[in-house]
């Protein structure tokens, strides 16, 4: 479960190349991007990045009971011991993606496409049939995300989030899931 994605510096443009095996480019960096089941001592560093990132952000205990889930998807991406990002999803006929989060430093390097293609993969080997979440109906970048992935928006829930902000729930079919007798 190991991908490649570069990380440019400032004075040089991006030019990323392609392909797991890709070289890398003059002025660039190759940085080894690992996804991993999330450990107990991974937690302070998620910790850190869900009260940066989320307005209402999960407690400790809740990824706790989430790490080795049976029926579950817990899984973190890092370099070089440093997490970047997580995904937490749950379920085998329907699986829902609980939580999915990127340290803002990194995003727009494909983390959590990478984050999410575990996650994909997670409900095909559990023969899900589709994947569901919950996304702030103000989140546009994180709604348009999940459209290029293949999630649609089935419905909204009505003051879902603490502040009373309405969820937009989107769903993924996973038709390969399904087995034809």
Partial sequence: ?????QAGRNDVPDRRPSGIDSQPVAGMILVVLT???MTE???DQVMALENTIFSSPWR??????????????CVVAETDG??????VAWGTGEVH????????SARGQGI??????????????????????EVRQSNTIARQFYARLGFVPIYVRKGYYENGEDA??????????????
């Fill in 1 to 5: 479960m190991r991908a490649r994605i």
């Fill in 35 to 37: 996804i991993r089941p």
């Fill in 41 to 43: 001592d991974d937690l």
């Fill in 60 to 73: 400790r205990s809740f990824f706790r009971s989430d790490i080795g889930r049976p029926g579950g998807c």
């Fill in 82 to 87: 440093r997490v970047l990002g997580y995904a």
């Fill in 97 to 104: 993606l609980a939580n999915l989060a990127v340290a803002p």
């Fill in 112 to 133: 959590g496409q990478r984050l999410m293609d575990e996650v994909l993969a997670f409900g095909r080997s559990n023969n899900a049939v589709s994947i569901y979440l």
């Fill in 168 to 181: 937009v729930v989107m769903e993924k079919e996973l038709k390969e899931a399904r087995t034809e007798e």
